[in-house]
């Protein structure tokens, strides 16, 4: 079946360093790939998105890369900042079977100190 | 755009009692709604799919009886538990998916906090 596997946390890290939370799939098909972040107390809220291979999704300075050969999409910001603090999902959803159902990885929670 | 609303934020009743939990499309029309659970420090398990004017999917391990959806309209999905007891105490997140989209983007509610004391 689907799955999603993320690197473990907590990462911590100054502000304005460099982040990268590894993200690989196993999936059937053709998947669409996506990064929620979820902010204390909060639900989640996309952060960006793939849908195919090479494809790169960006917003607020965060990018990842859609990469089929190896099956990765690793979330990447260049400077972090305090406000970045949450915890980061990586999912994935196909087409098949039941629809667009979405697989989450179990999540990274990023601190980011002054 | 694409907002998701979920009412109550925090609830806390007693075991054996149930309780009700909205979501909402604020500003779009889902055919599609999806229900998660999830665990502190833990992923998202999806519970059930919710399409408009039909019965909601349940993933397996999901009592059926004892969660009740109903998706009445294309704004509007509710999960109701029933008889809740102490475990069913967790954080409920909704999602929807909007109608002719041609996307596989959820958006997602706020969330509800579950306590049964």
């Known amino acids: 079946g689907d799955s999603v596997t993320q690197m473990e946390g907590p990462v911590t890290l100054s502000e304005e360093a460099f982040l990268t939370i590894n993200c690989t799939y196993t999936?059937?098909?053709?998947?669409?790939l996506f990064w929620y972040v979820q902010y204390p107390g909060e639900g989640l809220q996309l952060l960006l998105k793939a849908t195919k291979a090479d494809d790169k999704g960006s917003n607020k300075g965060f990018e990842a890369t859609y990469r089929k050969e190896t099956t990765s999409f690793h979330l990447e910001k260049g400077s972090v900042q305090v406000s970045d603090s949450a915890v980061y999902f990586c999912?994935?959803?196909?087409?098949?079977?039941?629809?667009?159902?979405?697989?989450f990885g179990t999540g990274t929670q990023l601190k980011v100190e002054l | 755009g694409a907002v998701v609303s979920q009412h109550p934020s925090r609830v806390i009743c007693k075991s054996g009692t149930s309780v009700k939990i909205e979501c909402r499309s604020l500003d779009f029309q889902a055919t599609t709604m999806f229900w998660y659970r999830q665990f502190p420090k833990q992923s998202l398990m999806l519970m059930a799919t919710s399409n408009e004017g039909s019965k909601a999917t349940y993933e397996q391990g999901v009592e059926k009886d004892k969660f009740l959806i109903n998706h009445a309209s294309l704004t509007l999905s509710t999960l109701t538990v029933t008889s809740a007891h102490p475990e069913d105490s967790s954080f409920y997140i909704c999602?929807?998916?909007?109608?002719?989209?041609?996307?596989?983007?959820?958006?997602f509610g706020p969330g509800t906090r579950l306590t049964v004391l």
């Open positions: 999912a994935l959803s196909t087409r098949a079977g039941g629809g667009n159902k979405l697989t």
């Open positions: 999936a059937t098909g053709y998947p669409s």
């Open positions: 999602s929807a998916r909007a109608v002719l989209s041609n996307t596989d983007t959820q958006y």
